[in-house]
């Protein structure tokens, strides 16, 4: 009985941090496949490349609506007039997290660097970001400094399971 008090008092949603995690390692993989998959067939123009920025950005967008709305059709609770908007507000983490690849795949497009071989400093930035969001998340959870660089490594694994597969796959 003391558990449903508990329910109806606890506001609606996940914790900020909790959100922020969650999205920021969901947009980081997102973001190292889609440019696996975009830049697996060798084209590397810069024209290509800001069609891939563009293509990212779409396709995160498109995931934070479908995660967003899974998490409002999910709650089995009546909902109010803007709920369904707070739900998809929610999601910004996980297109936050893809915005530095795009800077990177747009930059190659625009000419600010070589649009050939732009995966690998993406993949590399993905990799840091998993890292850091790892370690952050571990230390907001009071692990040691020891254990919260072992969860940033594990979390980076994440990363490094994409570019494995990538040069696989390549």
């Known amino acids: 009985m ?3 008090a508990a329910d109806v008092d606890r506001p609606p949603g996940h914790e900020a941090h909790e959100t922020i995690l969650f999205g920021g390692v969901y947009g980081a993989v997102l973001a190292s496949s889609m440019v696996a998959a975009l830049t697996q067939y060798g084209a590397s123009s810069p024209a290509r490349r800001r069609y891939d920025a563009l293509w990212l950005l779409i396709t995160a967008g498109a995931s934070a609506l479908a995660h967003g709305y899974a998490h409002y059709i999910a709650e089995r ?3 109010r007039r803007w709920d369904a908007l707070r739900a998809l507000r929610d999601e910004w983490p996980l297109v936050a997290a893809v915005v530095p690849t795009v800077m990177v795949l747009a930059g190659a497009g625009w000419g600010w660097w070589p649009a050939n071989g732009v995966e690998y ?3 590399s930035l993905n ?3 998993l890292f850091a969001l790892g370690l952050i998340a571990a230390r907001r959870a009071h692990r040691s400094w020891a254990a919260a660089a ?10 490094m399971v994409v570019v494995v597969a990538n040069a696989v796959i390549k």
């Open 77 to 79: 609770a009546p909902h």
């Open 127 to 129: 990799i840091a970001l």
């Open 2 to 4: 003391a558990d449903d």
């Open 121 to 123: 400093p993406a993949f």
């Open 150 to 159: 072992l969860i940033g490594l594990l979390d980076a694994l994440l990363g």
